[in-house]
């Protein structure tokens, strides 16, 4: 078995793909078309990382009885033209291709349903960098119920257990840096994604770069 020097699992909105705007307009316009309050920008802001249906019940203050419709409604909208309206960070492919090169090996680890985040990889061209896809599964519920990041970063560790000599997660939200330590791992942030200011430091990100070429360097230095 051929040990990689380093796995390096990813997080995908805010880190490798950026969602312009698709994704807090998406669910503006979902939760308009259900007459429903949208929240300001900020708290927007915050629904971009966790569970959809944590972020609508806890954020928007969505009745039960409405989340499933608006989910609904918003992947719906999200397939049709968030998804091509998206687009890879500048670099990112890139550094994905560089880290490859030198024998690392790169995993997705994603609250957006796995199937989801397979399909918006390949309408990227950015699939081939990634050994493997993990996210939240199917049902939108059983999502809400993981244990936020750390049982989805628990299960890309586990799929590529005794294949690596050390692993790091790269992430916006303090999600990533909270899964990332309950699974023993260290977390590096990225500063072009979601978070408020300080909110990675303060969960306790190892470092947290400014541009691609921060990050690149950085994970080059743990070769």
């Not at 990332?180 to 990225?190: D, F, H, K, P, Q």
């Amino acid at each position: 078995m051929i040990i990689s020097p380093l796995l390096v699992l990813f997080d995908l909105d805010g880190t490798v793909v950026d969602p312009a705007g698709v994704i807090t307009g998406g669910i503006s316009a979902a939760l308009s078309e259900h007459g429903l309050a949208v929240p300001a920008p900020a708290q927007l802001q915050r629904m971009v990382g966790p569970a959809l249906v944590s972020g609508l019940r806890e954020i928007a203050s969505v009745p039960e009885t409405l989340i499933a419709q608006v989910v609904h409604t918003y992947r719906a909208g999200y397939r049709s033209h968030g998804m091509a309206a998206s687009s890879p960070y500048p670099g990112i492919a890139e550094c994905l291709g560089s880290l490859a090169e030198n024998g690392v090996v790169c995993v997705i680890a994603t609250q957006k349903p796995q199937w989801l985040a397979e399909e918006l990889l390949q309408i990227q061209g950015l699939r081939h960098f990634f050994r493997s896809v993990h996210g939240s599964p199917r049902d939108e519920q059983e999502a809400a119920a993981l244990e936020g990041k750390t049982t989805i970063i628990a299960a890309a560790l586990n799929a590529h257990e005794g294949t690596f000599a050390q692993a790091v997660m790269v992430g916006d939200r303090r999600h990533d840096v909270e899964g990332a330590a309950r699974n023993g791992l260290e977390c590096i942030g990225v500063d072009w994604g979601f978070a408020a200011a300080g909110e990675l430091e303060s969960a306790g990100a190892r470092t947290v770069v400014s541009s691609v070429r921060e990050l690149q360097e950085e994970l080059h230095g743990r070769l």
